[in-house]
């Protein structure tokens, strides 16, 4: 089944520094990987998603890039805001099975 | 639109004890699904249902069973609890077995559940 590893675990930054989370997948078959948000003791939810035929999207400050060939996928935040800091979960699926996350990165932004 | 709506928010069981963890959704989401989250563990999927009558087992089954008898209910029942059951669970709904648009996943706001 498919495998997601996610780097760093924590990643601290200075309020409007970049911030960059990276993942990886195994199955060859995903084509969907979104990224989800969780603000402490809250819920997750979807920030940004991209399909398998499209090599970056944009949303305001946050972007996501794929390399289907090195089967990454990575979050960049610019211009970080202490609102900012929140776990994110990367995920990714074949559309044949749930989405399989990460393991999440702890991102903490420093006013 | 209550959304997805999870009870009880927190509990205590001692080992060995039986409990259900509810879940209910008012979208007409056909998908629903049960992740646990461990501090450095991410979201991992306990079981999953495509639609009422449909289940099937995710990465960590073990220990949980569940049911979907309505579009809108898929509880979690955890059969005799273990202190490695100590997690937080949060179910999920979404229109795709992905979430590929409509917002995603839509996730209740958890249970903290805690085996002594």
């Known amino acids: 089944g498919e495998n997601v590893e996610q780097h760093p675990s924590t990643l601290s930054v200075q309020e409007g520094d970049s911030a960059v989370i990276k993942c990886t997948y195994s199955d060859s078959a995903s084509n969907y990987f979104p990224w989800y948000k969780q603000e402490l003791g809250k819920r997750p939810q979807l920030i940004i998603d991209?399909?398998?035929?499209?090599g970056e999207k944009k949303d305001q400050r946050i972007a996501v890039t794929l390399n289907k060939t090195a089967k990454h996928f990575s979050l960049h935040i610019t211009e970080t805001q202490p609102e900012d800091s929140a776990v994110y979960f990367c995920a990714a699926s074949s559309g044949n099975t749930p989405l399989v996350f990460g393991k999440g990165t702890r991102l903490s932004v420093i006013a | 639109n209550a959304g997805v709506t999870q009870t009880p928010k927190f509990q205590v069981l001692k080992t060995g004890q039986s409990m259900t963890l509810q879940c209910a959704q008012d979208m007409n989401h056909e998908y629903m699904s049960w992740y646990r989250q461990d501090p450095g563990m991410g979201l991992r999927l306990i079981h999953y249902s495509v639609g009422a009558g449909i289940t099937d087992q995710g990465e960590v089954p073990n220990g949980y069973n569940v049911s979907r008898s309505t579009t809108e209910d898929f509880p979690l029942r955890l059969l005799s609890a273990a202190p490695s059951q100590t997690s937080v669970y949060f179910c999920?709904?979404?229109?795709?077995?992905?979430?590929?648009?409509?917002?995603?996943?839509?996730f209740g706001s958890g249970t903290r559940l805690t085996v002594v």
């Open positions: 999920a709904s979404s229109y795709s077995l992905t979430g590929t648009g409509n917002y995603g996943y839509t």
């Open positions: 991209i399909r398998s035929n499209v």
